[in-house]
């Protein structure tokens, strides 16, 4: 096999969508796997659908998955300019070799002819009208400044077959194909002519995109063979669906990676999810790195079915990851989260990192695991006595006063320290130090779940806050 060469080839039309990632990571994967290259190529010849800061966003969103480009824009390459508005004299050229071949052909008509054509089936599609033009008549419309376009000159009879290693062998009969445009009348090409100049011109070995691409490869391939050219191999991959109706679209603003990475989701979550719709790994594993992904990637795992886009299942798959976060990397995610919270600037973040780590799925779910400690309000009788804790009361008020008594002195303020006071306060009540912990972490905090106990509690409030905490919850209970 030639040198493996894939091609992500996005088009800056806003954010990145899931779909589209999940495609730049399977030419990635690939390129990876077999030693070969990965290539970004900016595909902006719809002028009027460009958005201004998409490219950036898609540099951005690569750069932060891992996602690592060999040739592109910014990487610069042997078969550049990467950007197809950057290439529009290489088109022009390659067009008017098709013209000159009899592939392709100018066409004149206006909107208003184009309009009134209405074929079989009430499908609009080009009569190739302008293909019985003579040389002479197109060189003076040329001449005179006529509005033209260039078209593909399409065969009529006969099928078109190639075959997908998804799809397997795919035949379409050629009546199928109209004669679609190359070159707009801006002077620009459509995708349906630069993808094949550029897969060619840039030595592209497998073409890995959307399965609405299947049906016009018979185009593609037309063209190549009117250049002479080899075609590409080609894998086309199933859409991602928001259910089973709908695909997830850029256009609706569904499934940004952007939107995922501000609620907290981490990218190497995000990239680990989305191989997995689509691609079936061998065996049960679900959790692969980067590395793990690019040695597992198989395109025979690829699926023909459209798979569910599960944002819980990517919940569940992201605080598997967080769990396993560096500490230090884990608080550097973790801190504007704490900021946006209400103990912003009251308590220790780095403590309250310790305890919940392990409690979240996505990093945003912190605020509402941490603003309880900063809205107290005392702890009433029947967050003690319940189906869950039945310490009554009178119980409750006994262990907050001992305990009020042995801590307002107490020095060694840490986590240690405070579990030895209550060890030693249980110890001196007669009462199991279960009891002693659950009362003062209720009455410290005003909630009957925490994460963390009463020491760890006590901790991040500190001496002073907690025992005006302890002797207004008691007070309650008088
Ligand atoms: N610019 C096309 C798109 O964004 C790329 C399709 C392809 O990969 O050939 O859909």
């Given at each position: 096999?030639?040198?493996?060469?894939?091609?992500?080839?996005?088009?800056?039309?806003?954010?990145?969508?899931?779909?589209?990632?999940?495609?730049?990571?399977?030419?990635?994967?690939?390129?990876?796997?077999?030693?070969?290259?990965?290539?970004?190529?900016?595909?902006?010849?719809?002028?009027?659908?460009?958005?201004?800061?998409?490219?950036?966003?898609?540099?951005?969103?690569?750069?932060?998955?891992?996602?690592?480009?060999?040739?592109?824009?910014?990487?610069?390459?042997?078969?550049?300019?990467?950007?197809?508005?950057?290439?529009?004299?290489?088109?022009?050229?390659?067009?008017?070799?098709?013209?000159?071949?009899?592939?392709?052909?100018?066409?004149?008509?206006?909107?208003?002819?184009?309009?009134?054509?209405?074929?079989?089936?009430?499908?609009?599609?080009?009569?190739?009208?302008?293909?019985?033009?003579?040389?002479?008549?197109?060189?003076?419309?040329?001449?005179?400044?006529?509005?033209?376009?260039?078209?593909?000159?399409?065969?009529?009879?006969?099928?078109?077959?190639?075959?997908?290693?998804?799809?397997?062998?795919?035949?379409?009969?050629?009546?199928?194909?109209?004669?679609?445009?190359?070159?707009?009348?801006?002077?620009?090409?459509?995708?349906?002519?630069?993808?094949?100049?550029?897969?060619?011109?840039?030595?592209?070995?497998?073409?890995?995109?959307?399965?609405?691409?299947?049906?016009?490869?018979?185009?593609?391939?037309?063209?190549?063979?009117?250049?002479?050219?080899?075609?590409?191999?080609?894998?086309?991959?199933?859409?991602?669906?928001?259910?089973?109706?709908?695909?997830?679209?850029?256009?609706?603003?569904?499934a940004?990676?952007n939107d995922f990475t501000e609620k907290g989701y981490l990218?190497?979550a995000i990239?680990?999810y989305?191989?997995?719709?689509?691609?079936?790994?061998?065996?049960?594993?679900?959790?692969?790195?980067?590395?793990?992904?690019?040695?597992?990637?198989?395109?025979?795992?690829?699926?023909?079915?459209?798979?569910?886009?599960d944002e819980a299942k990517m919940k569940w798959l992201n605080g598997e990851y967080i769990k396993e976060l560096?500490f230090?990397r884990f608080m550097d995610l973790a801190t504007p989260f704490f900021e946006k919270s209400k103990v912003k600037g009251l308590y220790d973040y780095r403590k309250l990192g310790v305890l919940i780590q392990s409690r979240i799925e996505i990093l945003s779910e912190i605020p509402e695991k941490v603003d309880f400690l900063a809205e107290f309000t005392p702890a009433n009788?029947d967050m003690?006595?319940n189906?869950k804790?039945?310490?009554?009361?009178?119980?409750?008020?006994?262990?907050?006063?001992?305990?009020?008594?042995?801590?307002?002195?107490?020095?060694?303020?840490?986590?240690?320290?405070?579990?030895?006071?209550?060890?030693?306060?249980?110890?001196?009540?007669?009462?199991?130090?279960?009891?002693?912990?659950t009362?003062?972490r209720i009455a410290l905090t005003g909630v009957m779940v925490t994460p963390g106990g009463s020491?760890e509690m006590a901790d991040i409030l500190?001496?002073?806050e907690s025992?005006?905490r302890?002797?207004?919850s008691?007070?309650?209970?008088?």
């Open positions: 096999m030639d040198r493996v060469r894939t091609r992500f080839a996005p088009s800056p039309t806003g954010f990145m969508h899931i779909g589209n990632l999940r495609t730049a990571l399977y030419c990635y994967l690939f390129a990876k796997q077999n030693g070969g290259d990965f290539i970004l190529r900016i595909e902006d010849t719809d002028v009027e659908r460009t958005v201004e800061g998409a490219i950036d966003i898609i540099y951005q969103t690569l750069k932060e998955s891992n996602i690592k480009v060999d040739e592109g824009p910014l990487q610069g390459g042997e078969y550049g300019p990467y950007v197809q508005t950057q290439r529009k004299d290489i088109y022009m050229k390659y067009a008017l070799e098709l013209v000159e071949k009899g592939a392709a052909y100018y066409c004149f008509c206006d909107k208003e002819r184009l309009d009134s054509l209405v074929g079989e089936n009430g499908i609009k599609r080009y009569d190739k009208h302008c293909l019985h033009l003579s040389k002479e008549e197109v060189a003076m419309r040329l001449a005179r400044g006529d509005k033209w376009v260039i078209r593909q000159n399409m065969p009529t009879e006969g099928v078109s077959e190639f075959d997908d290693l998804v799809f397997g062998h795919v035949t379409i009969p050629n009546n199928e194909l109209e004669d679609q445009i190359l070159i707009k009348s801006d002077g620009l090409p459509t995708y349906n002519f630069a993808n094949v100049i550029d897969d060619h011109l840039m030595k592209i070995s497998h073409v890995m995109r959307g399965n609405e691409y299947l049906s016009s490869t018979p185009k593609y391939n037309l063209l190549y063979d009117a250049f002479g050219w080899e075609h590409p191999q080609y894998v086309h991959l199933t859409p991602i669906m928001k259910d089973a109706q709908r695909k997830l679209s850029k256009r609706h603003g569904d940004n990676f990218p190497e990239i680990n989305i191989a997995l719709l689509g691609w079936s790994p061998k065996g049960e594993e679900e959790k692969f790195s980067m590395d793990e992904l690019i040695e597992k990637f198989s395109i025979s795992g690829l699926s023909r079915s459209s798979s569910i886009f560096d230090d009788r003690y006595f189906k804790f039945k310490i009554d009361d009178n119980l409750a008020k006994v262990v907050l006063e001992k305990s009020i008594e042995e801590l307002k002195d107490y020095d060694n303020w840490t986590i240690d320290g405070l579990h030895e006071a209550i060890a030693k306060i249980s110890e001196e009540l007669e009462v199991k130090p279960g009891v002693t912990y009362v003062l020491p500190g001496k002073e025992l005006k302890l002797n207004e008691l007070k309650s209970l008088l």
